[in-house]
Structures are given as structure tokens and as C-alpha cells.
């Protein structure tokens, strides 16, 4: 069975860090796809990011509204995908899910951003 | 990047009757098309790909149809456990993948 489970969510300041995690089980993750999707209070979904498999050496791409702030990266030895965030603003707000190739979708974590 | 426009933005409906969302792209997206099922406080849930495939496990009472930049999910026969937000993606031109605005399904 398919498991995403997410992590690191949390209430945090405008310009301050944060790191998720995405632990996964079920699949063979060093062949996978991942990305983090993002859904604003509002229930917009949004696609954040995306990471390759080692044989597309890994190759990233990034929303627009994230570029430059936001790093996606992946530790095949644990099937983990992170998304560090950086630089944060109160529009990234959101609950962040991680999703294989949208078809398994995690339960999410929850960030604030906030003074 | 393409968007993605669904209506409407919310829909009330009696059980047992037949419910239709659509979803237009501002450009042909050649049924790359996705539709997801996300009940409150829950993730989403993939119902729908390629436009008119079913996912492992959904109903036969859903069905996706549509072509070009217009797309469409219909719920035959409604129940209650299909009360929730329903949302379009689009995966034909990437990245960006693109959302719709969602639609929010109640009971009447």
C-alpha cells in the first residue's frame, strides 16, 4: 500500500525557514516523481514542485511564486522528498501535501505564516 | 501557462439525481485532464485521468468526457458520500501543472 506522510508544518514568522519532510512507503521511490502541491485557505490548489528520479539526474522544477525561495530535494536511502522554504511570506501560507505523480496524495502539514 | 476555469464554483443537489462540473482550458489540452474528489479535511483524491479514464477503485457513477479545451465530470445517481470539493487539472503542457477553482458539492 501507498504511504505519504508529511511532516515539519508549523506556525512560523515572514522571512523565517522551514523544512518539510514527505516519508514514503509502498512503492519504489527511487524510481518516482514527486512533487509538493500547496492548498490555500481559500482551497486553491497550487503546484509547487517537482523532482526527478536519479536517472533524470534529479531535475527540478518550481512554481513561479517559488522560484528562488523554495528548494525541493529527495534521499532515496530513507524514500524521503523535502521541500525547504525559505524567505517565507504570508501568501505561503497553506496545507502542503507531497503526491506520486498526483495519483497518492499525502495527508498534509499545515503551514502558517505569521507574525 | 494554461488556465484552467471550472463552474460552477458551488453546486446543491438532491440524492439520486445526475450532477455535471465542467472545466474549460484556455487552450487545447488534448485530454490531458485530470479530475480529484477532496471531502472535507481530507486530501485529494484522483477520480478521473486522460479525461474519460477511471481510477483503480472509483465508482462507475462518476465519468469524465470532453475534448479540447472543454471538460466535464458527471456524477450519476448521487450520494451522500460524494459530497465534497471536485477539482480539474490540467497535465498537458508542464510545468506548471494547473488547477481549476474547485467545486463545492452539497446535499439539498
Known amino acids: 500500500e501507498v504511504q505519504l506522510v508529511e511532516t515539519g508544518g508549523g506556525l512560523v514568522q515572514p522571512g523565517k525557514s522551514l523544512k518539510l519532510t514527505c516519508a514514503t512507503s509502498?512503492?519504489?521511490?527511487?524510481?518516482?516523481?514527486m512533487h509538493w502541491v500547496r492548498q490555500s485557505p481559500e482551497k486553491q490548489l497550487e503546484w509547487v514542485a517537482q523532482i526527478k528520479a536519479k536517472s533524470n539526474n534529479y531535475a527540478t522544477y518550481y512554481a513561479e511564486s517559488v522560484k528562488g525561495r523554495f528548494t525541493i530535494s529527495r534521499d532515496d536511502s530513507k524514500s524521503s522528498v523535502y521541500l525547504q522554504m525559505n524567505s517565507l511570506k504570508e501568501e505561503d501560507t497553506a496545507i502542503y501535501y507531497c503526491?506520486?505523480?498526483?495519483?497518492?496524495w499525502g495527508q498534509g502539514t499545515l503551514v502558517t505564516v505569521s507574525s | 501557462d494554461i488556465q484552467m476555469t471550472q463552474s460552477p464554483a458551488s453546486l446543491s443537489a438532491s440524492l439520486g439525481e445526475t450532477v455535471t462540473i465542467e472545466c474549460r482550458a484556455s487552450e487545447d489540452i488534448y485530454n490531458g485532464l485530470a479530475w480529484y474528489q477532496q471531502k472535507p479535511g481530507k486530501s485529494p483524491q484522483l477520480l478521473i485521468y486522460n479525461a474519460n479514464s477511471l481510477h483503480t477503485g472509483v465508482p462507475s457513477r462518476f465519468s469524465g468526457s470532453g475534448s479540447g479545451t472543454q471538460y466535464s465530470l458527471k456524477i450519476n445517481s448521487l450520494q451522500s458520500e460524494d459530497v465534497a470539493s471536485y477539482f480539474c487539472?490540467?497535465?498537458?503542457?508542464?510545468?506548471?501543472?494547473?488547477f481549476g477553482g474547485g467545486t463545492k458539492l452539497e446535499l439539498k
Open positions: 503526491t506520486l505523480n498526483f495519483a497518492y
Open positions: 509502498g512503492f519504489t521511490f527511487s524510481n518516482a516523481w
Open positions: 487539472q490540467q497535465y498537458y503542457n508542464y510545468p506548471p501543472w494547473t
